[in-house]
């Protein structure tokens, strides 16, 4: 004898238990899917983007719209940022996608204070800790890694900003007198912590060293500096 063979919706053997079991799998994969994809993303994202290279581009560029305007046309003030990022990307300092998490920013007239950050500034203040690896002047961090490895391959600890206390404020020049004087691609009282850099700005624009390290400061320590002074901490 045959036997029966059910219909349900003009398909056979699909009964409603069978239907709810495939349905629900289907979701399981999808829902895990998903969850692979944001998972995955960030970390894809972040390899190409939040390198201090990429932070310093993104501050330059805001810094050269920032002194530039006023514009007459919003495509001008998107210009203004892609030349700088263009020549960036161009010496191979910066990735594409960089230079696109920068210019499509502006693009987007998302204003700069509201921008969000496509890389760190810098490695982190010598003299502190909480910033990962390394340190921000080049020297001081070859200084205190040669005697404590674990530094640049683990973790700027206190331990590490007590070294560098002791072995670079008095030794390198690049850490000013002082209180800290600041990061050169970043506005604050006048003079940067880098005293080859200082040196290049304040000498075509003494207001730098006088009075306050502006936004023009910083775009001047950008074009004079930053193929001439030894490169900050690896990203």
């Not at 399981?28 to 932070?55: E, I, K, R, Y």
């Not at 909480?130 to 020297?139: F, L, M, N, P, S």
């Not at 775009?219 to 900050?232: G, H, M, Q, S, Y």
Request: charged content about 15%; aromatic content about 6%.
């Amino acid at each position: 004898m045959c036997s029966e063979v059910k219909l349900y919706h003009g398909s056979p053997l699909k009964e409603p238990g069978v239907l709810t079991r495939r349905v629900a799998m289907k979701k399981f994969f999808s829902v895990v899917f998903m969850w692979w994809l944001l998972a995955m993303v960030p970390q894809v994202w972040a390899q190409d983007v939040g390198s201090v290279a990429c932070g310093q581009v993104q501050l330059a560029a805001q810094s050269a719209v920032a002194s530039g305007g006023p514009y007459r046309s919003h495509g001008a003030l998107v210009s203004t940022a892609a030349a700088v990022v263009d020549a960036a990307e161009v010496a191979g300092g910066i990735t594409e996608e960089c230079s696109s998490c920068i210019v499509n920013q502006f693009a987007r007239r998302i204003p700069i204070p509201e921008q969000t950050a496509c890389g760190r500034a810098d490695c982190g203040d010598c003299l502190t800790t909480g910033h990962g690896t390394g340190c921000e002047v080049a020297t001081c961090q070859a200084a205190v890694c040669a005697i404590d490895a674990f530094c640049c391959d683990t973790d700027w600890d206190s331990q590490c900003a007590g070294e560098a206390g002791a072995s670079c404020v008095d030794a390198v020049p690049q850490l000013c007198a002082g209180p800290r004087c600041g990061n050169c691609v970043t506005t604050h009282g006048p003079g940067c912590e880098i005293a080859a850099c200082q040196a290049a700005v304040c000498a075509i624009d003494a207001f730098c060293c006088d009075t306050e390290w502006d936004s023009v400061c910083v775009a001047e320590a950008v074009d004079l500096c930053i193929d001439a002074v030894p490169p900050l901490c690896p990203s």
